[in-house]
Nanobody
Framework: QLVESGGGLVQAGGSLRLSCAAS????????MGWFRQAPGKERELVAA????????YYADSVKGRFTISRVNAKNTMYLQMNSLKPEETAVYYC?????????????????WGQGTQVTVSS
């Protein structure tokens, strides 16, 4: 089970840090990712991280502003989001993939959290 936290309301230009905690799973065995889905839009990959944390991927739209990280000893993954924009208002989901080291598509992921709402006001 994956549980996201840290969402909320923030003004444009502000920051939030999302967390994804796992229960009953050892996160170090999984590639992890953050996705988001805005109203009326498809779910999209925001960032991904390998099992060890040594390799990361970012969507072009968030490069330089978002940072994905993980602390396997705490069974937790994070997404630091800076300089947020109103168009980034969405539900943010964390996901885990068990058979690969890095996942770049939704289909690669086996487990999903319930999501946390991020609202960026202008």
């Amino acid at each position: 089970q994956l549980v996201e936290s840290g969402g909320g309301l923030v003004q444009a230009g502000g920051s939030l840090r999302l967390s994804c905690a796992a229960s009953r799973r050892t996160l170090s065995n999984y590639a992890m990712g953050w996705f988001r889905q805005a109203p009326g839009k498809e779910r999209e990959l925001v960032a991904a991280i390998s099992r060890s944390g040594g390799t990361t991927y970012y969507a072009d739209s968030v490069k330089g502003r978002f940072t994905i990280s993980r602390v396997n000893a705490k069974n937790t993954m994070y997404l630091q989001m800076n300089s947020l924009k109103p168009e980034e208002t969405a539900v943010y989901y964390c996901a885990a993939a068990r058979r690969i080291d890095m996942g770049l598509s939704q289909g690669a992921y086996d487990y999903w959290g319930q999501g946390t709402q991020v609202t960026v006001s202008s």
